[in-house]
Every structure is written in C-alpha cells, then in structure tokens.
C-alpha cells in the first residue's frame, strides 16, 4: 500500500527555519499535484502550498513569500522550506498526493508536527 511519509517538524524559535521534506513508499506521483497542509488545534485543515507536476505553485495567503515548495521527481519527494516562523505556523503539517483524473485515490500523510515557541 502506498504511503506518504513526512519527516522534518520539530520545535523552532519564533523567526527561524524548518524544512520539511515528504516521500512516497511507491509508486510514481510525477503528474500528481503534491502539496502540504496544516491543521491547528481547534482549526480546519488548510491549503499551505501546491505544487504541480509542471513545477507551478500555489501558496497559502499566510505564507507571504516565507514558503518555497519544491519537488523531485526523478525521486518521489516534495519539499517545505519555511522561513521566518511564527507561533501561528504551530500545526501538523500533512503531505498530500492529488490525482489529475477522477477517479483515482487521493493520498494523504500521516502529519508532521511543527511547533513554533519560544
């Protein structure tokens, strides 16, 4: 079964930096949209970054220019840097795999916690 896996949350000082990278156990996502999502405590689950399999990406409007998602396709990751955290950016950071044609299964990861404190 596929899975996704993320790794990289953590705790970080308010103004630093975390990267958080996601990989599939199988399979190939090349002409997957990938992207993250965060869910806050008491908060529905929201849009951080997407990415397509032609490289465009959409960001979150809280993002701001703090935020680059990237991919590698040749390897099945995506990528998360995060620059300049603050203590609302506190969520689990989930990966997901979106298909191009209905149908098909959309694939979520397990979340990754991401804690900004100081």
């Known amino acids: 079964q596929v899975q996704l896996v993320e790794s990289g949350g953590g705790l970080v000082q308010p103004g630093g930096s975390l990267r958080l990278s996601c990989t599939a156990s199988a399979g190939r996502f090349n002409i997957y949209t990938m992207g993250w999502y965060r869910q806050a405590p008491g908060k529905q689950r929201e849009m951080v970054a997407i990415i397509s399999s032609s490289r465009h990406t959409e960001y979150g409007d809280f993002v701001k220019g703090r935020f680059t998602i990237s991919r590698d396709h040749g390897r099945n990751w995506i990528y998360l840097e995060m620059k300049e955290l603050k203590s609302e950016d506190t969520a689990v950071y989930y990966c997901?795999?979106?298909?191009?044609?209905?149908?098909?299964?959309?694939?979520w990861g397990q979340g990754t916690q991401v804690t900004v404190s100081s």
């Open positions: 997901n795999a979106e298909p191009p044609f209905s149908g098909f299964q959309t694939y």
